[in-house]
């Protein structure tokens, strides 16, 4: 993997890195770690079999959906949620299969609700019990 330690990229400080095409840029009062490695190579492992470009239209398109959903929109998007899930798994892109992230499109089943949403879905089945 190719590093490059540039005060430029990314261009926002709230990211420590960024993966374009398998390079990677890191601001130079960034620490390098294994688990900083691993996340990035999972990327890396997700552009190549998308040939690239897709990854990043993908992730984009991705991006701008999840914004009008609940959470963290970067977080959730299934290329971070695959990396972020597997970072501290050291063996895990020996054993990963293509298009593992596809897998993280979707929340777990039975991930738990938050309260905040039972509450608002009890509210709102209420109110059509009462107005038809
Ligand atoms: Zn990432």
Do not use: C
């Not at 993997?1 to 430029?8: E, H």
């Not at 897709?54 to 991006?63: A, K, R, V």
């Not at 596809?102 to 879905?121: D, E, L, N, Q, T």
Request: glycine share 4%.
């Amino acid at each position: 993997m190719i590093i490059v330690r540039t005060k430029y990229l990314p261009p926002s400080r709230n990211f420590t890195a960024i993966n374009l095409f398998g390079v990677f840029f890191v601001h130079p009062d960034v620490k390098i770690t294994k688990r900083l490695i691993n996340h990035e190579s999972i990327h890396t492992a997700q552009m190549r079999e998308l040939l690239y470009l897709p990854f990043y239209i993908i992730y984009l398109i991705e991006w701008l959906v999840r914004l009008f959903f609940r959470g963290n929109a970067y977080f959730n998007i299934s290329f971070e949620r695959e990396a972020y899930k597997n970072e501290y798994d050291y063996d895990y892109l020996e054993q990963r299969k293509h298009f593992s992230w596809i897998k993280y499109m979707r929340k777990k089943k039975g991930a738990k609700k938050s309260k905040k949403r039972k509450k608002f879905r009890r509210k709102l089945n209420k109110y059509y019990k009462h107005n038809g």
